[in-house]
Each structure stands twice: as structure tokens, then as C-alpha cells.
């Protein structure tokens, strides 16, 4: 909007080039990372024989435990991504369109706010002396409540959001014609909010799957994540950097796809919570 | 009286027909259902371990056998943080940190969606590529860092060979570990600010940048006196926001230094996960959980006073 002409644009068109090459040129450095064998890390070449081989140690391995990881993640993920979608968009419906003492809507807005402001390893240590006590540390299933837990605040935010943009008069017509208030929710209401559901569902599942310091504490091997897999290349005594830099390239493969054929959602949902 | 009750009518029936349109007419059964999954939720794994701190924060708690021995100590923890001086660095450098990344990405993602927003071309192939770092596992980003800050063969030490100069131990030495990661915070979170402030921009009313053109204000005059003023909610909200989020960091700086070298970049965050899972205090953690909660608490308190001052 602002109007740039002549030398301004040139300037303009400069700095961002540096901008897009700031950002993207560390992906494809860890890209390039990937494909080298150990020694040609080591040599810093520009120009080396390509191999394979980290990929195949990571994902085929048979010491590797990544495979393993990775298909934990996608169960917590898209699991809790399921259950926070159906909990908090309920709960956004409730408090934005059904009628609840001011003590009520104020008091769980405050705290899921709270709550989702202070450092979750404030509360991993009570989780975990929880999670032992009734058999849960180290179980998908933990997981996926302590995720369902961390995303309910966003999801209920930007499902309300989405809510009190529909018109009243819908839930009206709709009462006119008959119908209870379920069957009005399900049938009119829920059909309108789907971009919100993507929206929301999609943050969620990457916020889930991205997920580190909770996975760190409350699993062991079993149950331990992308994220906790990457980050056992760097503690090891002997760091494998090819073997990282291609962990490291598949843990970004959601993201790529979201980038890539979801960007409309990710922008509405991420600005939507603090434009408005 | 015929009269009277016809105002009385008019006075009374917008209001009530509002408050209908508002809020529709509750079905017990139904609207309780709506919002117990979540309560429920919140009460077990929210409410009940921040009660269980309190507990804790009184407590020695000590396991055999995977059994959980509590034992009541009283003030003792209290104690323990008035001596606490490694709390006391771990705030220090957390600040540093909060303040030097945030105000850093605010300028730079402020002029690159001001710049952007001005270019006739490439508005989208620009927030497509800057939507990647933030969707991007934490954890991956700090392995690519900390390889790109490695010091045999990282790239910064790389184009340093290149022009003839010595390699830096960009994590190693403590006098560059908290700038190094520092910058990674800035690498990763500028493109989240630009994306806020680039919707905000865009969203400018139309006549008053075609006013200020008109007039034949420059480029600098139309952002220090028509932008900045009409952006000022968006940048405070962004900044608050950012500097919520920035005190948390917990998963780069643990991959690229875990704290250190020393106690050099050891943030709150940090410091919380090694009183409670690497020397298994969990009561002097649940001492520090609960300080760190109320010093957000009143953070909040403060923040949504100023952001409603300025909007």
C-alpha cells in the first residue's frame, strides 16, 4: 500500500530477496546436510556424491527407534486433534451462543488463558507424579490427554471467533421451523463453521505433533515422539549430524504440506486470535 | 394510560427482543452438555495439578520402588529460593532474552510487511514461504541450527574460513551462546510477527494512504505519521503476545546448548526442567511452577490494562 516507485522499489525488491533467502536458505542447507555422508559434512563440500543412506538409517535402521516415533506421533496427533475438535468446538458454541452466568464464561476464558500463557513445564511435574499414579506415564494415552489439554484454549478462542460471526437470525429460523437446539447445532450451524474446524484442526494437529517438552518428561521409549527421537541424535555420545539433518527434514514434511496446500487456513487461524 | 402503555411497549421490547436474538433460549440438557466435556477436562488436568503444586511446593517427594514418598518440610523450598541464585541468572538471561528477540522481531517483521505491502509482486510466494518456520517442529529447528553453528564444519564458521578469519564457537563460548540463540529465536519468530502486522497493514483504510499520497507525503512521513499511529493497537497486542510466548522457549535452547556453556543461556523454562526431572525436586519445582504462575498472572493483568488503553 505504501507507494514505493523507482529507487525505493529496487530497495524494496532487494531487501526482500534477503529477506527469502534468510529464511530459506537454512532449510536448504539442513537439505543439502542430509544427503551427505558423514566425511563430506565434515568437508563442508558444496559439490559431493549424494547418498541416501541417512534416510535409510533413520527410517530402516534396524537400531532406529524413529520409525517407531513416527507413528506414535501421528496417533497422538491426529487423536487428540479429533477429540479437542469435537470438546472445544462444544465449548465455543456454549459460551458464545448459549445463555451461562457471567462468573462461568469470564472464569473458564481466564483460566484457559492463564493457562495457556505460563510454560507447560510448570505443570508437567504434577502431570507426571499423576500420570505414574494411575498408570499413564509413558502411554499414547497420556499423551493425548496432556494434548488435548494444551490445544483446548486455542481451539475454543478461534472456534468462538467463527461463531459470533454467524448471524442469529439462523438459530431463530431454524427454532421457527421446529427444530431443537442439537439438531439446529449439528445441521446449520456446524456446516457453516467447517473453514473454522479446518482451521483450527490443522493448527492443532502441528501444534501436537511439534509438541516437545511435555513428550520429553511424560514418555520413556515406548511412546516417545518425532520430536523426542530428534533430540536423542544430539544427546548421544557420538552425534550422527547426516542422520539428524534427515530427522530433522522428515519432521518437517506436515509443515510442507500445510505450506503448501492449506496456507489459507494456517494465516486466518493464526492471525484471527490476535487481530481481532 | 392507553398511552402510557404504549411507550411502556416501545421502551421495552427492543430490549427483549436483543437479549432473545443474543442469546437463544437454553435447553438444559443440551447447553450442559456443550461445555461439561470441557470443564471436566480443565478441572482434571489443569486445575487439579496447579492445586497439587500448592501441595507439592510444601513437600519433599522422593520415590522407591516407583512408589511417591511425601514428606511435609513447611517453608523449607521458601527457603531454599531465597538462596537460589541460579534462579536469579536464569531470570536475568530469560529477560535479556524476551526483550532483545521480541523488540528485534518487531522492527524487522513491522518493515518487511510494511515493504511487502508495498511491492506490487510477490505478496504471496513471500507468506507462503513464511508460514514454514512457524510450522516447523522447534526441535527441528534447533538441530538445524546447531548444526548450522557447528564448529568444525557449520556454515557460519564456513564463510568465517572464507574470509580468512579464525572459527567462533558460537555455543561454546559464553560470550557468544546467548546471542546465537538469540538469533535463532529471531530467525524462527519474525515471520510469525510480519504475517500479524502484514494482515494489519493490508487492512489500513484505502482513502487515508491515497490522502497521505496525495498530499505528497514520502514514504517515511506516511509511515511515521499515518502507519505507525493507526497500527499502534496491532504492534502493542503483537508485542505482549511475543513476549508471552518468548518467556516459555524451552525446545531450541535445549537442543542447542541446554543452558549452557555455564549457566550462560539457562532459561526459566530450562531451569524448571532440570529442578524437576534431572535432580528430581519436584517440590522446590513446584515452588518455582508456582512463582513463575503468578508473575504471568500479574504480567496479564498489567498487559490487558495497557492494551485496552491504547485501542
Redesign the interface.
Known amino acids: 500500500m505504501l507507494p514505493f516507485q523507482g529507487r525505493a522499489l529496487l530497495i524494496g525488491y532487494l531487501l526482500l530477496a534477503c529477506a527469502v533467502a534468510i529464511v530459506a536458505l537454512p532449510f536448504l542447507w539442513i537439505l543439502l546436510t542430509s544427503f551427505k555422508h558423514e566425511i563430506a559434512i565434515y568437508s563442508g563440500a558444496l559439490i559431493f556424491p549424494p547418498t541416501l543412506q541417512n534416510y535409510d538409517d533413520v527410517m530402516l535402521g534396524p537400531r532406529s527407534n524413529f520409525p517407531h516415533n513416527v507413528r506414535n506421533s501421528l496417533i497422538v496427533a491426529s487423536v487428540s486433534t479429533s477429540i479437542v475438535l469435537v470438546v472445544g468446538t462444544l465449548a465455543a458454541y456454549s459460551l458464545s451462543r448459549l445463555v451461562w452466568a457471567r462468573w462461568i464464561a469470564r472464569g473458564f476464558l481466564g483460566w484457559t488463558l492463564l493457562f495457556h500463557m505460563i510454560p507447560v513445564l510448570t505443570i508437567v511435574g504434577p502431570w507426571y507424579l499423576l500420570f505414574q499414579r494411575i498408570g499413564l506415564y509413558d502411554s499414547l494415552t497420556g499423551l493425548i490427554l496432556t494434548h488435548i489439554t494444551i490445544n483446548l484454549p486455542m481451539t475454543v478462542w478461534l472456534m468462538m471467533t467463527f461463531f459470533r460471526d454467524l448471524p442469529p437470525e439462523l438459530e431463530d429460523a431454524a427454532s421457527v421451523d421446529g427444530a431443537s437446539q442439537a439438531q439446529t447445532f449439528v445441521r446449520v450451524i456446524l456446516p457453516l463453521a467447517i473453514p473454522g474446524l479446518i482451521a483450527s484442526g490443522v493448527l492443532a494437529f502441528v501444534f501436537s505433533w511439534n509438541e516437545f517438552s511435555i513428550a520429553l518428561n511424560l514418555t520413556s521409549r515406548s511412546a516417545s515422539t518425532v520430536p523426542v527421537g530428534i533430540a536423542q541424535f544430539v544427546q548421544q555420545f557420538e552425534i550422527q549430524n547426516g542422520q539428524m539433518a534427515a530427522a530433522a527434514i522428515i519432521s518437517t514434511i506436515p509443515a510442507l504440506l500445510l505450506m503448501l496446500f492449506g496456507q489459507r487456513f494456517v494465516v486466518q487461524g493464526l492471525t484471527m486470535g490476535t487481530v481481532k | 394510560m392507553q398511552r402510557g402503555l404504549t411507550s411502556d411497549s416501545i421502551a421495552v421490547r427492543p430490549a427483549a427482543e436483543a437479549q432473545v ?7 438444559e440438557w ?2 450442559n ?3 461439561i ?3 471436566v ?2 478441572v482434571v ?6 492445586i ?2 500448592l501441595m ?1 511446593s510444601l513437600s519433599s ?1 522422593t520415590f522407591s520402588h ?1 512408589e ?1 514418598h511425601w514428606t511435609f518440610t513447611g517453608l523449607d523450598n521458601i527457603r531454599h529460593l531465597l538462596t537460589d541464585w541460579l534462579f536469579v541468572v536464569t531470570l536475568r538471561n530469560t529477560l535479556i532474552f524476551v526483550v532483545v528477540s521480541v523488540v528485534v522481531e518487531l522492527v524487522l517483521g513491522f ?2 510487511a ?6 506490487p509482486r ?1 505478496k504471496g ?16 529447528i ?7 553453528y ?1 564448529y ?2 557449520g ?1 557460519f564458521n ?1 564463510l568465517l574460513d572464507l574470509f580468512g578469519l579464525d572459527p567462533v564457537g558460537w555455543l561454546s563460548e559464553t560470550r557468544y551462546a546467548l546471542a546465537s540463540v538469540i538469533a535463532v529465536d529471531i ?1 524462527h519468530w519474525t ?2 510477527i510480519f ?2 502486522l502484514f ?4 487492512g ?1 483504510p ?1 482513502e487515508v ?1 491515497e490522502a497521505a ?1 496525495v498530499d505528497g507525503a514520502s ?1 517515511w512521513q ?2 511515521r505519521n499515518v ?1 505507525i499511529p493507526l497500527m499502534t493497537p ?1 504492534l502493542t ?2 508485542f505482549l ?1 511475543r513476549s ?1 510466548f518468548a ?2 522457549v ?2 531450541e535452547i ?2 542447542l546448548t541446554s543452558g549452557g556453556p555455564g549457566t550462560s543461556t539457562e532459561v ?2 530450562l531451569h ?2 532440570k529442578v ?2 534431572e535432580q528430581n525436586d ?1 517440590g522446590y ?2 515452588l ?3 512463582v ?2 503468578l508473575a ?2 500479574a504480567f ?1 493483568v498489567t498487559a490487558r490494562g495497557l492494551a485496552w488503553r491504547v485501542s
Not at chain 2, 534447533?142 to 548450522?148: F, T
Not at chain 2, 494482515?199 to 493490508?202: D, H, I, K, L, R
Open positions: 436474538r443474543r442469546k437463544i433460549h437454553p435447553d443440551f447447553r452438555a456443550t461445555l466435556p470441557a470443564v477436562l480443565l488436568l489443569t486445575l487439579y495439578p496447579a497439587n503444586l507439592m517427594i516407583g511417591q518493515g518487511l510494511l515493504i511487502v505491502s508495498g511491492v510477490a510466494v513471500i507468506r507462503t514461504l513464511m508460514i514454514l518456520p512457524i510450522l516447523v517442529p522447534p526441535v527441528a534447533g538441530s538445524m541450527w546447531k548444526l548450522m557447528n568444525d564444519f556454515v564456513q530467525w515471520p510469525f504475517l500479524i494482515a494489519g497493514v493490508e489500513l484505502r494512504m499520497r514514504i506516511t509511515v502507519v496491532a497486542i503483537a503476545f508471552i518467556f516459555k524451552f525446545d535445549f537442543l526459566v523454562s524448571l526442567f524437576f526431572f519436584l519445582g513446584a518455582l511452577s508456582i513463575i504462575i504471568i498472572a496479564l
